[in-house]
């Protein structure tokens, strides 16, 4: 079992930052831990990913030169720079037991989700 608590979200203008934090309980050695979002009316996407048992890291292409996920024990920040209002939705911290982040689906463990509204 893997208990995930998020944190950090909030308001912003457009070009701000915010970093996301996600603190996990529980045996999270060799696990994925990735940061979703939802936008409104939209579906659930990854936006980045890490592994904790090798270090590898994934990033959707719409994070990818903007956002860095991270890992500091057991919480998994998501630094978020040069936001767009694209980015606003609510971020969930989601976990999946397995040897690979690849393919990112099957996530088994949620966070409540927190909000991200980036204001233009």
């Known amino acids: 079992q893997v208990n995930l608590v998020e944190s950090g979200g909030g308001s912003v203008q457009a070009g701000g930052s915010l970093r996301l934090s996600c603190e996990a309980s529980?045996?999270?050695?060799?696990?994925?831990i990735g940061w979703f979002r939802q936008g409104q009316g939209k579906e659930r996407e990854v936006v980045a990913a890490?592994?904790?048992?090798?270090?590898t890291f994934h990033y959707s292409n719409a994070a990818k030169g903007r956002f860095r996920i991270s890992q500091d024990l057991n919480t998994v920040n998501l630094q978020m720079d040069r936001l767009k209002p694209e980015d606003t939705g609510t971020y969930y911290c989601g976990a999946k037991k397995s040897g690979y982040c690849s393919p990112l689906m099957y996530f088994e463990y949620w966070g409540q989700g927190i909000t991200v509204t980036v204001s233009s």
């Open positions: 890490i592994h904790t048992g090798s270090g």
């Open positions: 529980g045996r999270i050695y060799d696990t994925c």
